[in-house]
């Protein structure tokens, strides 16, 4: 059942409920008959009493022994107990003393009797004051209730005295009265501690219990100390008789609620600004005096007038001030509210990417720190993790070439793309620039890899960003956590998945394994060899002719570099070059590789003059070209070793440009100092004939791939015969590489090639190798001249 916002037990009748609704209806019953004339002897009317309160008794026993319930909670309700106890043992008293007057002569108490509902009231304070209240502190608490009790005191003694001295029978006067008096007092403080204390939030102490055991307090107070003063009762009745078993009964059902409700929370009330409780006090004594000044007369009534204006003004202020108190305080509340929602939009900020409103790099480093937490105490074999870094391929170019707010836009798109492809528990991440980072939980491997494959495939369909509709790539590598995993490991192993991913292709995802780790430990061996051979002088470069069709004629060769190791042996350059690359190294190699050949070049020209090759082909990877000042780097090498520009042809891939800004600005610049510009493997790259726009090449060298099979009417032929038709008609000389036999070259000379170069033609040469192949040259032309 829900009450107050809260489940609790139905209410079911029991033993001692059933006991104290009876005991009441038979007091009830009692004092009415009695009232109207003697049914039975006086001392039956306090037996009602003596038995509720045994029930009530009962009710809080079985409460406080409930284990539900807090420690501070079970002593209260143990001293509860005691007070329907002691109320109990005074119910006792009054039969006994009854008894011994059966025609009601004498004091309404004896003096046991009245020590022992002292005590009960006394007890029942002091368990108020026990309970811990959350919103003051407690001697801020002690304080005020204090003074809240000493008002009441003050003002309930006030009222009793003039009551019992002018306006009751003269049946209570003398000894009587002070009993009056005294329970009366101590039954309003009870009401006034129990309101108190209902007003604010208890630890562990249901409300509705609060409010029964107000209402208890406060039937007790008036059944005992003010229902005499206003109903002149037959000798030997006492309002007590009726109005105590009712009293135990409201006590026995607050016992009875609080362990239904036991082990709830405590329901949150907005706080009360001040109290009402001074205020009525002061405003029913004004009202007292100006009923006692009236009737003194004398001038009395004036000056009681003026006490109460002047008491109510300094009231009105008074509220005023706390009502302003309250608005400070309210604004207060509002300023710190609007100062955790700024505090909060901080922290969101510090912790998310600005753009995309995804985990930044922190944020999400921290995540990993905590599941690995979670992993490492569940083990294995409960938990698994997951962790991915995408990095989108050739982002760069779209930055480029279409703008940041594009490449922004686009970012957007992509981020919410990986949003829509994991779960809610999964964390995803802007680590950086065009990197994006996910944590799956609980996903093995294969399971994992599933969610990578429907990234790669939201990622495949066209992105719309300001206007353009863009195809996005990546490349995803994948490392699941083990239980001793570090942050920083699992990032390493991601990362190094990645790479593996983007030297697959892109486009694609790799998982980590023990061979990618193998595979990178060889290549980081490679890489730091790589700085010794350039250190040792362990490359050299050899050089293979590009010929003319059909006669075969030298017109160029193009520069090929080679290492021996001194351990290994030959090491091809399609394993080496990717690795100088990725280290760097491949800069300075470049700069030997071309300061080489110029000289080489130059050493032929001074030997053999015009038989020597007219232009020497040079290649330069993407990274030299986005390297600051490459282009005066070459404008240096041609100043050293006064080799003629328009002799040198860089020969790139279509990869290395297709990004355009940085690399396309050095070739620019190559241009103008006189150095041709040949897009090498043509038709293997990004295969964009917009680039053919935008790149200052001179020469397109088709790549072998469309040279194989190129005879009859394959696809390549068909390939072959258009970009013969393109370089004429944008006027660039096409080269044919991997020609290996002679119908080939026939082929392409009938297709319209002019050039070529290939094995048919001659393997790649030393530089001693292609002196003597010119000096061979040169005699049997002799011969023949």
Same mark, same amino acid.
């Given at each position: 059942?829900?009450?107050?916002?809260?489940?609790?037990?139905?209410?079911r009748?029991?033993?001692?409920l059933?006991?104290a609704v009876a005991?009441?209806?038979?007091?009830v019953?009692?004092?009415?008959?009695?009232?109207a004339?003697?049914?039975?002897?006086?001392?039956?009317?306090?037996?009602?009493?003596?038995?509720?309160?045994?029930a009530?008794?009962?009710?809080?026993?079985?409460?406080?022994?409930?284990?539900k319930?807090?420690?501070?909670?079970r002593?209260?309700?143990?001293?509860?107990?005691?007070v329907?106890?002691?109320?109990g043992?005074?119910?006792?008293g009054d039969?006994?003393?009854t008894?011994?007057?059966?025609?009601?002569?004498?004091a309404?108490?004896?003096?046991?009797?009245?020590?022992?509902?002292?005590l009960?009231?006394?007890?029942?304070?002091?368990?108020?004051?026990g309970?811990?209240?959350?919103?003051?502190e407690r001697?801020?608490?002690?304080?005020?209730f204090?003074v809240?009790?000493?008002?009441v005191? =003050? /003002? +309930?003694? %006030?009222? *009793?005295?003039?009551?019992?001295?002018? #306006?009751?029978? @003269?049946? $209570?006067?003398?000894?009587?009265a002070?009993p009056?008096?005294?329970?009366a007092?101590?039954?309003?403080?009870?009401?006034?501690a129990v309101?108190?204390?209902?007003?604010?939030?208890?630890?562990?102490?249901?409300? =509705? /219990? +609060?409010? %029964?055991l *107000?209402?208890?307090?406060?039937?007790? #107070?008036?059944? @005992?100390? $003010?229902?005499?003063l206003?109903?002149?009762?037959p000798a030997?009745?006492?309002?007590?008789?009726?109005f105590?078993p009712?009293?135990?009964?409201?006590?026995?059902?607050?016992?009875?609620?609080?362990?239904?409700?036991?082990?709830m929370?405590?329901?949150?009330?907005p706080?009360r600004?001040f109290?009402?409780?001074?205020y $009525?006090?002061?405003?029913?004594?004004?009202?007292?005096?100006?009923?006692?000044?009236?009737?003194a007369g004398?001038?009395?009534?004036?000056?009681?007038?003026?006490a109460?204006?002047?008491?109510?003004?300094?009231?009105?202020r008074?509220v005023?001030?706390?009502?302003?108190?309250?608005?400070?305080?309210?604004?207060?509340?509002?300023?710190?509210?609007?100062?955790?929602?700024?505090?909060?939009q901080?922290?969101?900020?510090a912790?998310?990417?600005?753009?995309?409103?995804l985990a930044?790099?922190?944020?999400?480093?921290?995540?990993?720190?905590?599941a690995?937490?979670?992993?490492?105490?569940?083990?294995?074999?409960?938990?698994?993790?997951?962790?991915?870094?995408?990095?989108?391929?050739?982002?760069k170019?779209?930055?480029?070439?279409?703008?940041?707010?594009?490449?922004?836009?686009?970012?957007?798109v992509?981020a919410q793309?990986?949003?829509?492809?994991?779960?809610?528990?999964?964390?995803v991440?802007?680590?950086?620039?065009?990197?994006?980072?996910?944590?799956?939980?609980?996903?093995?491997g294969?399971?994992?890899t599933?969610?990578?494959?429907?990234?790669?495939?939201?990622?495949?369909?066209?992105?719309?960003?300001?206007?353009?509709?863009?195809?996005?790539r990546?490349?995803v590598?994948l490392?699941?956590?083990?239980?001793?995993?570090?942050p920083?490991?699992?990032?390493?192993?991601a990362?190094?998945?990645?790479?593996?991913?983007?030297?697959?292709?892109?486009?694609?995802h790799?998982?980590?394994?023990?061979?990618?780790?193998?595979h990178?430990?060889?290549?980081?061996?490679?890489g730091?060899?790589?700085?010794?051979?350039?250190?040792?002088?362990?490359?050299?470069?050899?050089?293979?002719?590009?010929?003319?069709?059909p006669d075969?004629?030298?017109t160029?060769?193009?520069?090929?570099?080679?290492?021996?190791?001194?351990d290994?042996?030959?090491?091809g350059?399609?394993?080496?070059?990717?690795?100088?690359?990725?280290?760097?190294?491949?800069?300075?190699?470049?700069d030997w590789?071309?300061?080489?050949?110029l000289?080489?070049?130059?050493?032929?020209?001074?030997?053999?003059?015009?038989?020597?090759?007219?232009e020497?082909?040079?290649?330069?990877s993407?990274?030299?070209?986005?390297?600051?000042?490459?282009?005066?780097?070459?404008?240096d090498?041609?100043?050293?070793?006064g080799?003629d520009?328009?002799?040198?042809?860089v020969?790139?891939?279509?990869t290395?440009?297709?990004?355009?800004g940085?690399?396309?600005?050095?070739?620019?610049?190559?241009?103008?100092?006189?150095?041709?510009?040949?897009?090498?493997?043509?038709?293997?790259?990004?295969?964009?004939?917009?680039l053919?726009?935008?790149?200052p090449a001179?020469t397109?060298?088709?790549?072998?791939?469309?040279v194989?099979?190129?005879?009859?009417r394959?696809?390549?032929?068909?390939?072959?015969?258009?970009?013969?038709?393109?370089?004429?008609?944008?006027?660039?000389?096409?080269?044919?590489?991997?020609?290996?036999?002679?119908?080939?070259?026939?082929?392409?000379?009938?297709?319209?090639?002019r050039f070529?170069q290939g094995?048919h033609f001659s393997?790649?040469?030393?530089?001693?190798?292609l002196?003597e192949?010119?000096?061979?040259?040169?005699?049997?032309?002799?011969?023949?001249?």
């Amino acid at each position: 059942m829900t009450v107050g916002g809260r489940q609790v037990e139905r209410l079911r009748p029991t033993p001692a409920l059933v006991t104290a609704v009876a005991v009441v209806v038979v007091g009830v019953v009692l004092f009415l008959g009695n009232l109207a004339g003697s049914w039975t002897p006086l001392f039956w009317n306090w037996v009602p009493s003596a038995a509720a309160a045994a029930a009530a008794a009962v009710a809080c026993w079985r409460t406080a022994t409930e284990p539900k319930l807090d420690t501070v909670c079970r002593r209260f309700w143990r001293l509860q107990m005691l007070v329907a106890t002691l109320i109990g043992l005074g119910a006792l008293g009054d039969i006994r003393h009854t008894a011994a007057h059966p025609h009601g002569s004498g004091a309404q108490h004896d003096l046991p009797t009245a020590l022992l509902y002292c005590l009960a009231m006394g007890v029942l304070l002091w368990s108020m004051l026990g309970l811990p209240v959350v919103r003051h502190e407690r001697k801020e608490r002690l304080l005020r209730f204090s003074v809240d009790a000493l008002t009441v005191t =003050v /003002t +309930v003694g %006030l009222f *009793a005295w003039y009551l019992t001295r002018h #306006a009751v029978s @003269a049946s $209570l006067a003398g000894q009587d009265a002070l009993p009056v008096i005294v329970l009366a007092t101590l039954g309003l403080v009870g009401v006034a501690a129990v309101g108190k204390l209902a007003m604010s939030d208890l630890g562990g102490l249901d409300r =509705v /219990t +609060v409010r %029964l055991l *107000a209402v208890a307090t406060a039937v007790g #107070a008036f059944g @005992a100390g $003010l229902f005499p003063l206003f109903i002149d009762l037959p000798a030997g009745l006492r309002g007590s008789q009726m109005f105590t078993p009712a009293t135990l009964l409201f006590l026995a059902f607050a016992a009875d609620r609080q362990r239904r409700a036991a082990g709830m929370p405590p329901v949150e009330r907005p706080r009360r600004r001040f109290s009402a409780l001074p205020y $009525l006090a002061v405003a029913a004594t004004d009202g007292l005096l100006l009923v006692i000044s009236n009737k003194a007369g004398d001038g009395a009534l004036v000056v009681a007038l003026a006490a109460v204006c002047l008491t109510a003004l300094v009231v009105l202020r008074q509220v005023n001030a706390l009502r302003e108190n309250g608005r400070l305080v309210r604004r207060l509340d509002a300023n710190l509210v609007q100062l955790n929602q700024f505090q909060s939009q901080l922290t969101h900020r510090a912790t998310h990417d600005g753009l995309t409103d995804l985990a930044n790099r922190a944020l999400f480093e921290q995540h990993t720190r905590d599941a690995l937490t979670a992993v490492a105490t569940a083990g294995a074999a409960e938990t698994t993790l997951s962790l991915a870094l995408i990095d989108l391929d050739d982002f760069k170019a779209i930055n480029d070439r279409l703008g940041h707010a594009v490449g922004d836009a686009m970012l957007v798109v992509v981020a919410q793309r990986l949003r829509d492809c994991v779960r809610v528990d999964d964390v995803v991440a802007r680590l950086g620039g065009d990197e994006f980072g996910l944590l799956l939980h609980g996903l093995r491997g294969d399971e994992a890899t599933e969610v990578l494959a429907r990234i790669t495939e939201a990622l495949s369909r066209p992105v719309h960003a300001l206007g353009y509709d863009l195809l996005v790539r990546a490349s995803v590598g994948l490392a699941e956590a083990w239980p001793d995993a570090s942050p920083q490991e699992l990032l390493r192993r991601a990362d190094l998945a990645m790479y593996a991913a983007k030297e697959r292709g892109k486009g694609r995802h790799a998982v980590y394994d023990a061979e990618l780790e193998q595979h990178q430990a060889a290549d980081a061996q490679l890489g730091a060899e790589l700085r010794q051979a350039l250190d040792r002088g362990e490359f050299s470069l050899v050089y293979q002719p590009i010929v003319r069709l059909p006669d075969g004629k030298w017109t160029g060769v193009e520069t090929l570099v080679r290492w021996t190791h001194p351990d290994r042996g030959f090491v091809g350059p399609d394993k080496f070059i990717p690795i100088a690359e990725r280290t760097g190294l491949i800069v300075p190699l470049g700069d030997w590789i071309l300061r080489t050949a110029l000289r080489q070049a130059m050493a032929w020209i001074e030997q053999f003059g015009d038989d020597a090759p007219h232009e020497i082909g040079v290649n330069v990877s993407a990274r030299q070209l986005r390297e600051p000042g490459y282009a005066e780097t070459v404008r240096d090498a041609l100043a050293e070793t006064g080799f003629d520009p328009e002799r040198l042809v860089v020969e790139v891939t279509e990869t290395a440009v297709f990004d355009g800004g940085v690399a396309l600005d050095a070739l620019q610049m190559l241009v103008t100092l006189g150095v041709k510009v040949a897009l090498d493997d043509f038709g293997t790259g990004h295969s964009s004939l917009g680039l053919l726009r935008t790149c200052p090449a001179d020469t397109l060298k088709v790549d072998k791939s469309f040279v194989d099979g190129i005879g009859g009417r394959s696809e390549e032929a068909v390939i072959a015969t258009a970009m013969i038709q393109i370089t004429n008609g944008l006027h660039l000389q096409a080269i044919a590489e991997g020609v290996e036999t002679a119908e080939q070259a026939d082929t392409l000379h009938r297709l319209g090639y002019r050039f070529a170069q290939g094995y048919h033609f001659s393997r790649p040469l030393s530089a001693q190798q292609l002196g003597e192949r010119l000096v061979a040259g040169r005699n049997a032309q002799a011969l023949t001249g």
